[in-house]
């Protein structure tokens, strides 16, 4: 079966950290790009940041640059995002999804059910 | 860098047609492509447009996308509407000139 599964969430305090992963099975992982979008509780979209196929690429939405590290383990068919200095707005459902655009026009085919990042003391 | 501005909300009733509007504010909607998908409640979302009016296959026939260059905008129609249907829509596309993506803000369709 084609999908994604996110795993990782959790309570955090704000400044400390978290690494959310998204094992990918039933296609070619390798041959996507990869992105990580996000969901505020009753908000919508975010795009957080994206991964060429092999890694060599990335960018980051202005709010978490500095902060978060996405990242791809092509071996293992898996994604993360690497969440430093957590901040209460990074509280979100995080989608991992892949794009199959194969070029500089991306947009998403398959989502991941989420995995629920909330930051609080 | 540009956003995307959809209605809030729209309503229609089971049967009728209902557009939901994207409108893009800086740049031709034009030089990327635009995307649909569709968030039901406590749901992830799935796509049911693609590259400006693709439909992704599993996708009913029901639903079309059209860009318009005279309103900077793009459009999702959605015909023979279902209580199925209702859902959050949100509007996609690629901004080349800050390599990001942006979203609509969404507009929620009641079916009723």
């Known amino acids: 079966e084609v999908q994604l599964v996110e795993s990782g969430g959790g309570l955090v305090q704000p400044g400390g950290s978290l690494r959310l992963s998204c094992a990918a099975s039933?296609?070619?992982?390798?041959?996507?790009?990869m992105s990580w979008v996000r969901q505020a509780p009753g908000k919508g979209l975010e795009w957080v940041a994206n991964?060429?196929?092999?890694?060599?690429?990335?960018y980051y939405v202005d709010s978490v640059k500095g902060r978060f590290t996405i990242s791809r383990d092509n071996a293992k068919n898996s994604l993360y995002l690497q969440m430093n200095s957590l901040r209460a707005e990074d509280t979100a459902v995080y989608y991992c999804?892949?794009?199959?655009?194969?070029?500089?026009?991306?947009?998403?085919?398959?989502w991941g059910r989420g995995t629920l990042v909330t930051v609080s003391s | 860098n540009f956003m995307l501005t959809q209605p809030h909300s729209v309503s229609e009733s089971p049967g009728k047609t209902v557009t939901i509007s994207c409108t893009r504010s800086?740049?031709?909607?034009?030089?990327?492509?635009v995307q649909w998908y569709q968030q039901r409640p406590g749901s992830s979302p799935t796509t049911v447009i693609y590259?400006?009016?693709?439909?992704p296959s599993g996708v009913p026939d029901r639903f079309s996308g059209s860009i318009d260059s005279s309103s900077n905008s793009a459009s999702l129609t959605i015909s023979g509407l279902k209580t199925e249907d209702e859902a959050d829509y949100y509007c996609?596309?690629?901004?080349?000139?800050?390599?990001?993506?942006?979203f609509g803000g969404g507009t929620k369709l009641t079916v009723l």
């Open positions: 996609q596309s690629y901004d080349s000139s800050k390599e990001n993506v942006v």
């Open positions: 590259e400006d009016n693709q439909r």
């Open positions: 039933g296609f070619t992982f390798s041959s996507y790009w």
């Open positions: 991964i060429k196929q092999d890694g060599s690429e990335k």
């Open positions: 800086s740049g031709s909607i034009a030089s990327n492509y």
């Open positions: 999804a892949r794009d199959p655009s194969g070029s500089y026009n991306w947009y998403f085919d398959l």
